[in-house]
């Protein structure tokens, strides 16, 4: 029902104080903004509001509100309006709206771009973008060659790029605390690794692969190796084969006190190729944070965390060796941390340089004096621009499904035969009997 309200009776300030007492629970409702406007004009001259006391201004001010529905703010803006020009008039002109520049094809080959990369940050995405169009000549890419990082990640909250897109954040392990008895001072130069063990979890007892990760302090050039346990039988040749796929010649080698690394067969290795090795201090937990963080963000995320048998170390370490290290040298964006001051002089680390390591070795101005021997740039060149990023890290995800494909076709396998065991024969069958034929169908068994 609409009511339409004359107050054109009240003339005093006395009988707008009775109103505002009896309609204090009663909601008005003007019909358009320009009567609202002209309403209050009327009010304005009809009570001689300019010369009224302040009391009186206010008990005016709260009846307008409570008529219009305006704020406290927004009234006194108009009134201002009105003392100034004499007038309030509804305001016609439109806000101007920047146009679209980004067309849906352009958010479509975002989504590609961090399906394949599995959703690298805002900076590391638009490095990718660039490179896509600067180097690899992807005219597609024009416009998404000058995106900004926070633009990418606004598109990232459009409806098609949700519809399109289900990323699931896995819950990162926490860090232990880990000491170090001597710092690595690379001064800059390329060849100080951070190595570190990644187990890939155990099941009934039994234990999965491990994963080792060296990384290069000054250029985040990263070998990932499998093995199937972290002794000296299986670890020294793994070591020797990560290390020799490294384009540069290798100065230090820092771990923590683990004995994967801290034991004679390692030393002696390392000695041999000239290569110092450094351990853990206490209470220094973010010295060795490079590797730990790259545990996270390469190991887990593409490898998961779920247990993976030991005897699949070597088709990991072939997928790594042929398609995830080059991928993540020759193609996926770091992070490189820069030293800011503030005003009370503290120092602050800050993200702002996004490089492949390929690159960040590259600009080094001494680097070519760090290659081994027979490795030039010119054969690195062809492995780093044979592919473009989103292509080489589209291979990458096919291997790797292939590489799942084949391990969950087996495990499928194991757990259908436990099953049937389960389900027919174990209560015939005695303890003893029961468990070596479990092992022997799960591969664990050695005679």
């Known amino acids: ?252 080698f820092h771990s923590d006190n683990g004995s994967e690394f801290i034991n004679k067969v390692v030393a002696a290795l390392l000695n041999k190729l000239l290569i110092y090795q450094t351990k853990s201090r206490a209470r220094h937990c973010n010295d060795n944070a490079l590797v730990e963080g790259k545990n996270g963000s390469i190991v887990r995320k593409h490898i998961g965390y779920q247990y993976i048998s030991q005897r699949y170390a070597s088709l990991i370490n072939e997928f790594y060796k042929n398609y995830l290290n080059v991928y993540l040298n020759y193609h996926r964006p770091c992070g490189f941390a820069g030293k800011k001051i503030d005003n009370k002089g503290k120092e602050k680390k800050v993200y702002n340089l996004y490089l492949i390591p390929y690159e960040a070795l590259k600009s080094h101005p001494r680097a070519s004096d760090f290659l081994k021997d027979g490795i030039s740039f010119e054969k690195l060149d062809k492995i780093a621009y044979q592919q473009s990023d989103n292509e080489c890290a589209s291979s990458m995800q096919k291997a790797k499904d292939k590489l799942f494909a084949a391990i969950g076709k087996d495990r499928n396998n194991l757990d259908s035969n436990h099953y049937m065991l389960s389900a027919r024969g174990r209560s015939a069958l005695g303890g003893q009997f029961h468990t070596a034929f479990t092992r022997l169908i799960s591969g664990s068994y050695v005679d």
């Open 1 to 252: 029902m609409t009511i339409t309200m004359n107050d054109s009776r009240m003339v005093s300030i006395t009988q707008i104080k009775d109103f505002i007492k009896v309609a204090k629970d009663i909601k008005f409702q003007g019909a358009s903004r320009k009567e609202k406007y002209e309403w209050i004009e009327i009010i304005l001259l009809r009570f001689g509001y300019f010369s009224c006391r302040k009391k009186d201004k206010s008990t005016l001010k709260q009846y307008m509100m409570r008529m219009t529905g305006f704020s406290d703010a927004q009234l006194t803006r108009l009134v201002a309006k009105k003392k100034k020009s004499g007038k309030i008039l509804v305001n016609t002109t439109r806000h101007y709206h920047f146009p679209k520049k980004y067309t849906p094809e352009d958010i479509g080959r975002l989504i590609e771009t961090d399906k394949v990369h599995d959703h690298l940050s805002g900076p590391a995405t638009k490095k990718i973008l660039e490179r896509e169009y600067a180097i690899f000549k992807k005219e597609e890419f024009i416009r998404l060659k000058d995106i900004s990082s926070s633009h990418i990640y606004n598109l990232r909250e459009t409806r098609q790029y949700q519809s399109n897109t289900h990323f699931f954040a896995r819950t990162r392990p926490n860090k232990v605390n880990i000491g170090e008895r001597a710092k690595p001072e690379p001064e800059g130069k390329p060849g100080f690794l951070r190595v570190d063990t990644v187990h890939q979890g155990d099941l009934d007892k039994k234990k999965g692969i491990y994963h080792i990760n060296l990384i290069d302090e000054v250029t985040q050039w990263e070998i990932l190796a499998s093995v199937e346990k972290i002794s000296e039988y299986y670890l020294l040749p793994l070591l020797e084969d990560a290390l020799d796929q490294f384009p540069f010649g290798i100065l230090g």
